[in-house]
């Protein structure tokens, strides 16, 4: 019913000291048919995809951390509302390092998400407008150091930003 596909993929490579991964899937859907009658429910379509890369490396002292992933829900029909889904776009990347060093341990995170979502009326109920855009980012680090300045005392310094933009 609403001739639906979807598929799925994992896949992971590694040594000793490095990987490297992906995860991926996919599904689409047209409009389904109501049981009692076999009538079309219209805006019950969708497509939606998502793909994430991570690679990872490390030695006795260093861990590095990358990853990134993309989503995509190019429409989407809401039966139940006025407006559907017409695009939707997210990336996030992620960073992370952690390090140990005669002087201590540092552990620095780094942040980045962009979506993009639009919404107005699809084909299956047009006539009509209703736009609507969404811009919205999400952005930021740390950075922290344990450092032992004796066997009993231990100083932990570091420093954050966290920054969101939204245009709506």
Do not use: C
């Given at each position: 019913?609403?001739?639906?596909?979807?598929?799925?993929?994992?896949?992971?490579?590694?040594?000793?000291?490095?990987?490297?991964?992906?995860?991926?899937?996919?599904?689409?859907?047209?409009?389904?048919?109501?049981?009692?009658?076999?009538?079309?429910?219209?805006?019950?379509?969708?497509?939606?995809?998502?793909?994430?890369?991570?690679?990872?490396?490390?030695?006795?002292?260093?861990?590095l951390v990358?990853?990134?992933?993309?989503?995509?829900?190019?429409?989407?029909?809401?039966?139940?509302?006025?407006?559907?889904?017409?695009?939707?776009?997210?990336?996030?990347?992620?960073?992370?390092?952690?390090?140990?060093?005669?002087?201590?341990?540092?552990?620095?995170?780094?942040?980045?998400?962009?979506?993009?979502?639009?919404?107005?009326?699809?084909?299956?109920?047009?006539?009509?407008?209703?736009?609507?855009?969404?811009?919205?980012?999400?952005?930021?680090?740390?950075?922290?150091?344990?450092?032992?300045l004796s066997?009993?005392?231990?100083?932990?310094?570091g420093n954050?930003?966290?920054?969101?933009?939204?245009?709506?």
């Amino acid at each position: 019913n609403g001739d639906k596909i979807g598929t799925a993929a994992n896949a992971t490579a590694a040594t000793r000291n490095v990987s490297i991964g992906y995860a991926g899937a996919w599904t689409k859907a047209d409009n389904y048919d109501r049981g009692n009658d076999g009538d079309e429910v219209r805006s019950t379509l969708y497509e939606a995809y998502n793909h994430s890369l991570t690679f990872a490396a490390k030695d006795a002292d260093n861990l590095l951390v990358l990853q990134g992933t993309y989503a995509a829900i190019p429409y989407q029909g809401f039966v139940n509302q006025r407006m559907d889904m017409v695009d939707n776009e997210a990336w996030l990347l992620n960073a992370r390092y952690v390090g140990k060093f005669t002087w201590g341990v540092l552990d620095a995170r780094a942040y980045y998400n962009n979506t993009q979502h639009e919404m107005d009326i699809l084909e299956d109920k047009k006539p009509g407008e209703m736009p609507m855009n969404t811009d919205g980012t999400d952005a930021g680090y740390s950075i922290k150091a344990e450092i032992p300045l004796s066997s009993t005392d231990l100083l932990r310094v570091g420093n954050e930003f966290h920054h969101q933009k939204l245009d709506d």
